[in-house]
């Protein structure tokens, strides 16, 4: 059974960072894409960073380019994504996702299966 547990939300002035994990069981990243994604209130999901199977493309929204960094760990199975420079608009509800053989899909949400329960980040002006 695929799962994905977020953790390392927060609060955080402007400036400031943090770094989100998402343990994964039942699957490897090396057959998975996975991601990161967000969600604002009032506003739709959207695609955060993204590494396809095998980290052979990485994807980062403009917003986020040169501040956010995504890594994964392959012996703990585990994804992070390092943010920098917060802004208050990264102020969401964050979540993992991955989805099989996810290699060219790049950061769509709608073509991820598996999704984590969330972790909110707030980011103070």
């Known amino acids: 059974e695929v799962q994905l547990v977020e953790s390392g939300g927060g609060l955080v002035q402007a400036g400031g960072s943090l770094r989100l994990s998402c343990a994964a069981s039942?699957?490897?990243?090396?057959?998975?894409?996975i991601g990161w994604f967000r969600q604002a209130p009032g506003k739709e999901r959207e695609g955060v960073s993204c590494?396809?199977?095998?980290?052979?493309?990485?994807y980062y929204a403009d917003s986020v380019k040169g501040r956010f960094h995504i890594s994964t760990d392959n012996a703990k199975n585990t994804m992070y994504l390092q943010m920098n420079s917060l802004k208050s608009e990264d102020t969401a509800v964050y979540y993992c996702?991955?989805?099989?053989?996810?290699?060219?899909?790049?950061?769509?949400?709608?073509?991820?299966?598996?999704w984590g329960q969330g972790t909110q980040v707030t980011v103070s002006s």
């Open positions: 590494i396809s199977n095998s980290a052979a493309n990485t």
């Open positions: 039942g699957f490897t990243f090396d057959v998975y894409a």
């Open positions: 996702a991955a989805v099989h053989d996810g290699y060219g899909l790049g950061c769509d949400p709608d073509l991820y299966d598996y």
